[in-house]
């Protein structure tokens, strides 16, 4: 069955930098373009970055742009999320996220807390 894991979440400083990984299995991994979402306390889950399958394209929130980027390594099936310059605001549960056939898939979340 399909899973993705994530990990590298924290408390980080103002200005600190993570990296988030979301190790996939169950599913052709280098077939499937990959999203990181976030949800903060009393918001909406919102997206954060995309990366197509082969990784020659990305998108990115107008919020993090400049600051995260999102890569992935397919013969690891693992994607990344690099970021950097962090603020408060970005203090979120970040998800990984596939859409595979009909079904959307979610990992379990890592806790990013930015704070001094």
């Known amino acids: 069955q399909v899973q993705l894991v994530e990990s590298g979440g924290g408390l980080v400083q103002p200005g600190g930098s993570l990296r988030l990984s979301c190790a996939a299995s169950?599913?052709?991994?280098?077939?499937?373009?990959m999203k990181w979402y976030r949800q903060a306390p009393g918001k909406e889950r919102e997206l954060v970055a995309a990366?197509?399958?082969?990784?020659?394209?990305?998108n990115y929130a107008d919020s993090v742009k400049g600051r995260f980027t999102i890569s992935r390594d397919n013969d690891k099936n693992t994607v990344y999320l690099q970021m950097s310059r962090l603020k408060p605001e970005d203090t979120a549960v970040y998800y990984c996220?596939?859409?595979?056939?009909?079904?959307?898939?979610w990992g379990q979340g890592t806790q990013v807390t930015v704070s001094s």
């Open positions: 996220n596939a859409w595979i056939g009909r079904s959307d898939y």
């Open positions: 169950g599913f052709t991994f280098s077939n499937y373009a």
């Open positions: 990366i197509s399958s082969v990784g020659g394209s990305t």
